[in-house]
Nanobody, 121 residues
Framework: QVQLVESGGGLVQPGGSLRLSCAAT????????MGWYRQAPGKERELVAT???????NYADSVKGRFTVSRDNAKNTVYLPMNYLKPEDTAVYYC???????????????WGQGTQVTVSS
């Protein structure tokens, strides 16, 4: 199975920084893409940032220039340093992994349990 362990959430003031981490434990699963989504109260879950195994990234327009997604393939870990945080960034952040099994068809998605990020003065 695939297990995702998230850490790094918390409470910060506007303009502050946090660094999220998500470590994936896998067996026969091969990870292609890792990243982060978030969901604020009353809103739909939205893409924050993703990164392919080769390092290609995608960002939501709202976080470009402030967040940087990176990964360590050897550790199956994805990171999200978040700078210049705004109250609008307040949400539950979910780690995301996508990949395939060595002995099965199809592409599969997995989600972390979520970690709270609160930006408030």
């Amino acid at each position: 199975q695939v297990q995702l362990v998230e850490s790094g959430g918390g409470l910060v003031q506007p303009g502050g920084s946090l660094r999220l981490s998500c470590a994936a434990t896998v067996s026969t699963f091969n990870i292609n893409t890792m990243g982060w989504y978030r969901q604020a109260p009353g809103k739909e879950r939205e893409l924050v940032a993703t990164i392919s195994r080769g390092g290609s990234t995608n960002y939501a327009d709202s976080v470009k220039g402030r967040f940087t997604v990176s990964r360590d393939n050897a550790k199956n870990t994805v990171y999200l340093p978040m700078n210049y945080l705004k109250p609008e960034d307040t949400a539950v952040y979910y780690c995301y992994v996508q990949g395939y099994y060595s002995d099965a068809e199809g592409v599969y998605d997995f989600w972390g349990q979520g970690t709270q990020v609160t930006v408030s003065s």
